[in-house]
């Protein structure tokens, strides 16, 4: 069974840095292009940035492009979504999930998902 499991999530002023982290177990995601989400109260979710297996390749949306890095470490089967410069529109609940479609943004193109982890960031 494939799982996907998020952390590092917390409550941050703005301006400050988070990194969370996407453990994948069950099955290894190597082959996998890897993509962080987010969903806001009362909002879509949204992309946030996907990254190749090969972890060359790497694509963000405009909001977050130039503070946010993504990054994988196959050998550990994990994902990472580095988060600097947090502003307060920041603030929801972040999912990675897994797919096999080069740079898509689109949710219903990933297979399969973690539960979220929160994020908070106070003005």
């Known amino acids: 069974q494939r799982q996907l499991v998020e952390s590092g999530g917390g409550l941050v002023q703005a301006g400050g840095s988070l990194k969370l982290s996407c453990a994948a177990s069950?099955?290894?995601?190597?082959?996998?292009?890897m993509g962080w989400f987010r969903e806001a109260p009362g909002k879509e979710r949204e992309f946030v940035a996907t990254i190749r297996w090969s972890g060359i390749n790497t694509y963000y949306a405009d909001s977050v492009t130039g503070r946010f890095t993504i990054s994988r470490d196959n050998a550990k089967n994990t994902v990472y979504l580095q988060m600097n410069s947090l502003k307060p529109e920041d603030t929801a609940v972040y999912y990675c999930a897994a797919g096999v479609y080069l740079n898509s943004n689109r949710p219903q193109e990933y297979a399969y998902w973690g539960q979220g982890t929160q994020v908070t960031v106070s003005s």
């Open positions: 069950g099955r290894t995601f190597s082959r996998y292009v």
